[in-house]
């Protein structure tokens, strides 16, 4: 083999040998990255896992956020539609608390009004007492008068005729008296028609006021709120009135504790009705 020959055949074995060397650093170092590509798509696969582990919680506490803001929102427009339904509720209370102020306002007008005229029917009533408190007296004083010289004409009827001076003075007594009896009488009858008093009615009936329960006009009954508990007697006779209205007289004849029922005995022509007040005494 010639010179050149060797040479390309020690070159050619070099080659290889270089060749085997530089395979073999691959084929290891191959081998090597082979092993850490493993490892790492091992340990991805492992992220991954825990990745989607973590990302399907995270949808999971989204979508119950979702759902809990959902029913929040539904919460709040309840709330909402419920806090109008009061508001309005409210308004329309603070409207009719205003009109029932405002009638509490007339109210206390009107009962203002009525306290003043019943102040002015008390003091005509007083009034009208007194002259009948005096008609009675003088009446009275004018029976025991005409009764004392009823007694001294009796009396002289009896004695012997020498008494005709003292027989002749009692009948010109009597005849005063009777005078005095007339004038008296005439006094309680302007007393009477001034007032409207009804001497039927009798002397001691005590003050009481109240009012009419019920009225039936085709009996003529009158149903009070005044019985027995009130001093109440059968007998006694009650004036109707309403307002300034005077509308008539009823005599009690049935009494119960706290009621009683009283047949009407006179009328002015105005109708009696429930609520009309009454008195013993006006």
């Known amino acids: 083999m010639s010179p050149i020959g060797r040479i390309f055949v020690i070159i050619n074995l070099a080659l290889s040998a270089a060749f085997l060397g530089f395979a073999s650093n691959n084929l290891s170092a191959a081998q090597k990255y082979r092993g850490q590509f493993d490892a790492v798509t091992a340990e991805l696969a492992s992220t ?63 009962i203002g009004d009525l306290s003043s005229s019943l102040d002015d029917m008390k003091s005509q009533v007083a009034q009208a007492n007194e002259a009948r408190a ?54 309680i009858a302007m007393v009477v028609e001034a007032t409207g008093f009804d001497i039927s009615r009798g002397i001691g009936a005590p003050q009481i006021d109240g009012a009419v329960l019920q009225y039936r006009a085709d009996q003529k009954l009158v149903h009070i709120n005044r019985g027995t508990n009130n001093k109440v007697k059968r007998g006694y006779i009650f004036d109707i009135y309403s307002g300034g209205t005077y509308k008539g007289q009823a005599r009690v004849e049935v009494v119960n504790p706290d009621t009683c029922t009283a047949v009407v005995v006179a009328t002015t022509g105005s109708e009696i009705a429930q609520g009309d007040l009454v008195s013993t005494q006006i």
């Open 48 to 110: 991954k896992t825990s990745m989607q582990a973590d990302i399907d919680q995270i949808t999971a506490d989204r979508d119950a956020a979702n759902r809990m803001r959902t029913e929040m929102r539904n919460q709040k427009e309840a709330l909402d539609a419920k806090n109008t339904a009061l508001e309005q509720e409210l308004a329309s209370a603070t409207d009719e608390l205003n009109e029932l102020k405002s009638d509490m306002g007339n109210i206390s007008s009107s």
């Open 134 to 187: 005096e008609a009675i007296n003088a009446r009275r004083d004018a029976e025991s008068a005409r009764d004392a010289a009823v007694a001294a004409k009796e009396k002289a009827d009896d004695r012997s005729n020498g008494l005709a001076a003292e027989l002749a003075q009692a009948e010109r007594d009597l005849t005063a008296t009777s005078r005095s009896l007339d004038d008296a009488n005439t006094t």
